[in-house]
């Protein structure tokens, strides 16, 4: 491509120049920390989202260590307009987590809210989330969840605030006899997710289980 010979795609940690598809080259790929948690029992997304709601299962792709390269991958899908990355984190995903005892019905991703939305230009789950449904063959719903009001994660520390985020989300249809996997980019407090959580939880007979690109511990 013209572009690509004026500004060839680089390794995120090396600089090294890269195939576009790619993030990194192969030896910045070893200084990747994947989880393998897979849908473990005892891992810790399940044991943090223990304590808020009844999950059926949870697991993380990465880890999300401080001045790592998983870092800068999620920050470029985030904040530099890379939204194919979501396609990359979905790949690997799928090489490494099996869904066949842990079946969700439809795949869900968390909602930002409208302004935010717009000022990015992108969700950075949809690419994520339609490269595994594509993959697993499963439905995605991004309409379900809407964002109510727009909210910053540091003000969750405050207590008023977190009062006021009781009602942070909600659904826009009621469901039932679903099970939903809830897919959202870092795991940090868990405050997002849960309150996601008990909106669908509380719709109907429904189970919840939980994928996300990054553990932040
Ligand atoms: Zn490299």
Known sequence: MFLDIFFPNRCLHCNRIIEHNLVCCNVCFEKIHFTNFEFSEDNIVKEKCKTFFPVEAASAL??????????KI??????RNRENIGKV??????ERLDFRHNLPDLLV???LHERKLRQRGYNQLHTFTETLSEFYNLPFDHQLIKKNY?????????K???LKTENL???NKNLSGKHILLIDDVFTTGNTIASVAWEILKSGDNKVS???MAMDE
């Open 109 to 111: 991703t968390i909602p």
């Open 89 to 94: 984190l979905a790949n690997w995903t799928t």
């Open 169 to 171: 989300f909600s659904l």
């Open 150 to 158: 727009n909210s910053k994660a540091q003000a969750l520390q405050n």
């Open 160 to 162: 008023k605030h977190r």
């Open 74 to 79: 999620i920050h470029e899908l985030k904040y």
């Open 210 to 212: 939980v994928l996300v």
């Open 62 to 71: 990465l880890h999300f260590e401080k001045n790592s390269l998983t870092r």
